[in-house]
């Protein structure tokens, strides 16, 4: 079995990875993403796991190296990572009371092979008071989150419905990841 790479820095995504009970190892990408505005919140987020993908792959190619972005889409705005607690504040107070789409998009490459695909969950919140939405921010670090939150922790209880794959809302659709690997001759059981 060739070896696997996570191209990521997220906690999140190796927590999820762990779930395969697979030896993998971590290199970050260090370029920078870029938003191509030409293209679709989908595009976008494929093309971006694209890219962490292919410039680790580029150094190690005997290695299969798993790539993925994560964006919070309402409407045709997309939602990165916060920077201020203002802005968190402010992603948060749009999201209330609405129906977001979270889209993962996910590269796996290999010198031989490659595979990408752009997971979409819905996401639907309870209308937020202030009130929750400041402490959250203030114990919840909603930094690190597209969107600035975390389904995972306290953001759980903004969530009044989910439609698709929770994995693919805290990071890395893990199911479809599995089986995409497959093709890589990489085998969870």
Known sequence: MKPLI?????????????LLQL??????NEAEEKINRNLSHA????????????GIAEKYPQAVVIGADTMVCLKDKSFGKPKTA??????????SG???????????????????FVEETKVTFWTLEEEEIWSYIHDSQPFDKAGAYGIQDRGALFV????GDYYSVVGLPISKTMRALKEFGIHAF
Request: glycine fraction near 4%; charged fraction near 25%; aromatic fraction near 2%.
């Open 98 to 116: 609405a129906t977001h789409s979270v889209l993962t998009g996910v590269a796996i490459k290999s010198e031989d092979a490659s595979v990408s």
């Open 160 to 163: 009044k419905t989910i439609i």
């Open 43 to 54: 595009e976008n987020v494929q093309l971006l796991a694209e890219q962490k993908a292919g």
């Open 6 to 18: 996570l191209a990521s820095q997220s906690p999140r995504r190796k927590e999820i990875l762990d």
């Open 86 to 95: 203002e802005e968190a504040a402010l992603m948060l107070r749009e999201l």
């Open 23 to 28: 030896p993998y190892s971590i290199v970050i």
